[in-house]
């Protein structure tokens, strides 16, 4: 047997947060340990749990500050599990999830004008394979450490999905999926990389928001932070 932690929550009990520990099976994943806790010693504990084969997403934790899904990690003597960080917890591990979804829509990360004429190669599909492979479980949002400062940042969750409708074929109107990201949006990536060491299907937004700002850069755009150029001039 094993050791861990739950950090959990509840809005009407005092202190609202506590922290308890539970003694598991060691072996096991995490989302069957929670399940046995809930089912054997408190019908009270809470969250969230969906296909348990790492397709949906729903079990999505953090485990020693890093972003895991229940059903495929397996705890350690030790561990301390809390909710995902930057959206309010509803319950113990379960948190509202409805402000890194709203990123989705601020960015139109979606195909929104399709080309009639469009033809798409098998090469063409490969290029957006991996970032159709997104299961919205929303680690990425979780670990940017963008958040802690900027709460407005798209951040890497909706600038992915919308790389990859921007190199979608199909797609006619790049230029506004373009245009709406610059704004609290592509510049504002630290290009930490936390995002992509923490997807579960082995997606890199980091990657696809330096081909962002590429894209951004060939369309007239340009990094605000490098704005300040003419401060330096000379009056004659």
């Not at 950090?7 to 995490?30: C, F, M």
């Not at 997606?203 to 300040?228: A, E, F, V, Y």
Request: aromatic share 8%.
């Amino acid at each position: 047997m094993i050791t861990i932690s739950i950090k959990r929550y509840h809005s009407t009990r005092q202190p609202a947060e506590i922290i308890q520990k539970w003694e598991i099976e060691e072996g096991v994943t995490l989302l069957e340990s929670l399940t046995n806790i809930k089912t054997t010693k408190d019908p009270t504990l809470s969250f969230r749990s969906g296909c348990r084969s790492s397709v949906c997403g729903s079990c999505a934790v953090r485990v020693n500050g890093r972003e895991v899904l229940a059903c495929a990690y397996k705890p350690k003597d030790g561990d301390v599990v809390e909710p995902l960080r930057f959206a309010p917890v509803i319950k113990d591990l379960i948190v509202d999830q409805s402000s890194s979804f709203e990123t989705l829509k601020q960015a139109e990360a979606w195909l929104e004008t399709s080309r009639s004429d469009a033809v798409i190669t098998p090469e063409d599909e490969k290029r957006t394979a991996v970032q159709s492979d997104c299961i919205l479980c929303t680690s990425c949002y979780s670990a940017c450490p963008v958040y802690e400062t900027k709460p407005a940042f798209l951040g890497p969750f909706a600038l992915t999905r919308d790389w990859r409708y921007v190199a979608d074929p199909r797609e006619e109107n790049i230029k506004s999926k373009i245009d709406d990201i610059q704004q609290d949006g592509v510049w504002d990536c630290t290009l930490c990389g936390e995002c992509t060491a923490v997807c579960p299907q082995g997606i890199d937004p980091k990657s696809d928001i330096l081909m962002l700002r590429t894209k951004s850069t060939q369309m007239g755009h340009m990094d605000p932070n490098m704005g300040s150029f003419g401060s330096f001039g000379l009056d004659f």
